[in-house]
């Protein structure tokens, strides 16, 4: 079992950054790619970024690429989710997930565990 735990969500003007991470606890597993989702109320839970096991591959959706950036740190067992140039459309509440493996995920259905969630409210 991992349990995931984000924090680093908060209220932030347009334009403005935050820093979200996500530290791995319980089991210890070597190597897990994970995602970001986010979910706005009323809104189905949409794809944010990926990172395979090594940091090395990342995929975005569309709409933060250019924005948004991903990496990890294995020696803290931390996925961080930097966002930048934050815009209202951004608010929800962000999810990262873990897959154990090798291989390159990004769909929400190949993610086994799942943190909490943080919010983020991005005001205008």
């Known amino acids: 079992q991992v349990q995931l735990v984000e924090s680093g969500g908060g209220l932030v003007q347009a334009g403005g950054s935050l820093r979200l991470s996500c530290a791995a606890a319980?089991?210890?597993?070597?190597?897990?790619?994970v995602g970001w989702f986010r979910q706005a109320p009323g809104k189905e839970r949409d794809f944010v970024a990926a990172?395979?096991?090594?940091?090395?591959?990342?995929y975005y959706a569309d709409s933060v690429k250019g924005r948004f950036t991903i990496s990890r740190d294995n020696a803290k067992r931390t996925v961080y989710l930097q966002m930048n140039s934050l815009k209202p459309e951004d608010t929800a509440v962000y999810y990262c997930?873990?897959?154990?493996?090798?291989?390159?995920?990004?769909?929400?259905?190949?993610?086994?565990?799942w943190g909490q969630g943080t919010q983020v409210t991005v005001s205008s």
């Open positions: 997930a873990a897959k154990v493996g090798l291989s390159f995920y990004y769909r929400g259905t190949d993610f086994d565990y």
């Open positions: 319980g089991r210890t597993v070597s190597s897990y790619a």
């Open positions: 990172v395979d096991w090594s940091g090395g591959r990342t």
